[in-house]
């Protein structure tokens, strides 16, 4: 069984900051990949970052030079730095990570619960 579970979203105010966190635990011998995407209503859900076991990030064209993901693997949790935060990015936010699975010996995906990010105007 794995679990992700997500935390530090909030309400802020344009121009403002938050950061989120995802840890990863469970019977899962390694983690790959691990990402943040975000959904609104009506919308499909959207990459914002990822970031792979040796550090390689990619960003959304919407939020590069403004968010910053990290990895802590000794932790298995990865973070999303939001800054200067725009009223377009109000949306849920939901981690992935890409996990070797103990029982199987093979990789899946696993995604948190989401947490709800709201920037005012």
């Known amino acids: 069984q794995v679990q992700v579970v997500e935390s530090g979203g909030g309400l802020v105010q344009a121009g403002g900051s938050l950061r989120l966190s995802c840890a990863a635990s469970?019977?899962?011998?390694?983690?790959?990949?691990m990402g943040w995407y975000r959904q609104t209503p009506g919308k499909q859900r959207e990459l914002v970052a990822t970031i792979t076991s040796s550090d390689s990030t990619n960003y959304a064209d919407s939020v590069k030079g403004r968010f910053t993901i990290y990895r802590d693997n000794a932790k298995n949790t990865v973070y999303l730095q939001m800054n200067s935060l725009k009223p377009e990015d109000t949306a849920v936010y939901s981690c992935?990570?890409?996990?070797?699975?103990?029982?199987?010996?093979?990789?899946?995906?696993?995604w948190g619960q989401g947490t709800q990010v709201t920037v005012s105007s």
């Open positions: 992935n990570a890409r996990v070797l699975l103990v029982s199987t010996w093979s990789w899946r995906d696993y």
């Open positions: 469970g019977s899962f011998f390694s983690i790959n990949t």
